[in-house]
């Protein structure tokens, strides 16, 4: 499988980061979403039930956190995991986005991941993309 254009894996000692570029609020989003699951090994579930997103925050590094960490949550605490990842609407304070997936089957996550953090993280706008570097606890 081909790797998507919109993020990069940034490997580090007790922790894991990604950098995220898209060329909008959704395409960013989106693009962080897909990182994390590269992160989780990029499972292949069946893309049997649909979970929908809908988050609210203060400024988009907290939106960008609690989506992450609304990803991370599934996986940890209901083992379910997203196959297919859809950004129906973005804003800095506002996320909508769909999930489709399945359960996770035993023994196929590469790594657990407790949280997104917000270390160091600040979303730049860098030409004609927004950028951020986040760095996950793992």
């Known amino acids: 499988m081909a790797k998507p254009v919109g993020f990069k ?3 580090h000692t007790a922790e894991i980061g ?14 962080a979403g897909l990182g994390l699951l590269e992160i989780y090994g990029n499972i292949s579930v069946p893309p049997r039930e649909r979970k929908a997103a809908l ?5 988009p ?6 989506w992450l960490n ?11 995991i997203p196959s297919q990842i859809t950004v129906v609407a973005a804003t800095p304070q506002t996320l909508k986005a769909e999930l489709s997936g399945g359960k996770i089957p035993p023994g196929r996550l590469a790594r657990e991941v407790k949280a ?3 270390h ?17 606890d793992v």
């Not at 990604?18 to 693009?31: R, S």
């Not at 988050?55 to 400024?59: E, I, Q």
């Not at 609304?70 to 083992?79: C, F, N, P």
């Open 9 to 11: 894996v940034l490997p």
């Open 18 to 31: 990604l950098e995220i570029w898209g060329k909008d609020m959704e395409e960013f989003f989106q693009n």
């Open 55 to 59: 988050l609210r925050s203060g400024d």
């Open 61 to 66: 590094e907290a939106l960008l956190v609690s």
């Open 70 to 80: 609304e990803i991370v949550y599934l996986v940890s605490a209901q083992r379910w």
């Open 116 to 118: 997104a953090t917000y």
């Open 120 to 136: 160091g993280l600040k979303i730049e706008r860098e030409g004609n993309r927004l950028k951020a570097r986040i760095i996950f």
